[in-house]
């Protein structure tokens, strides 16, 4: 089950990677579009600091300190401070879940924001919550891109 989950998060952070590399210009990532919320930015910094808290600090014992309103509050990191961070969080990703037995997944997650879960069922949702949030960043980025592209034809 960690193999299933680890190839699905290692796949998804590298599309984060990749999305936010394909950003035109790197003030895009704080802007804000169309039926999206948060910038890219934002998001970015968000799903790095849910996996390291939550995955990392929580399942893995690292010693990762969420800033959760910063997440939402950071603008202007530079792009390869936030591809560093995701670079890490795949590292974490990679030394945490192998190590995860399947008697620590079968037991109740400690911090049981969804209700009492098993650390399996939290290690799921973790990984569509990253897919969620990187999806709402492509549909940013495509829109940021439209908008672009309208602007020179004009």
Do not use: C
């Amino acid at each position: 089950m960690q193999q299933i989950i680890l190839y699905f998060l290692d796949r998804d952070l590298k599309k984060l990677a990749k999305e936010i590399e394909a950003y035109p210009n790197e003030d895009d990532l704080w802007l804000k579009v169309n039926g999206v919320k948060n910038s890219a930015g934002s998001l970015a910094l968000h799903l790095v600091g849910n996996l390291n808290h939550f995955v990392g600090h929580i399942m893995g014992g690292t010693d990762y300190v969420r800033d959760r309103e910063f997440e939402f509050s950071g603008t202007a990191i530079p792009r390869k401070d936030i591809l560093h961070k995701i670079d890490t969080t795949i590292q974490m990703i990679n030394e945490v879940v192998p190590k995860l037995s399947d008697e620590h997944l079968q037991k109740s997650f400690e911090f049981d924001f969804m209700g009492e879960r098993s650390t399996l069922f939290y290690l799921f949702q973790f990984t569509t919550h990253l897919s969620y949030h990187l999806g709402q960043i492509n549909y940013h980025r495509s829109g940021i891109v439209v908008k672009q592209n309208k602007h020179k034809l004009n």
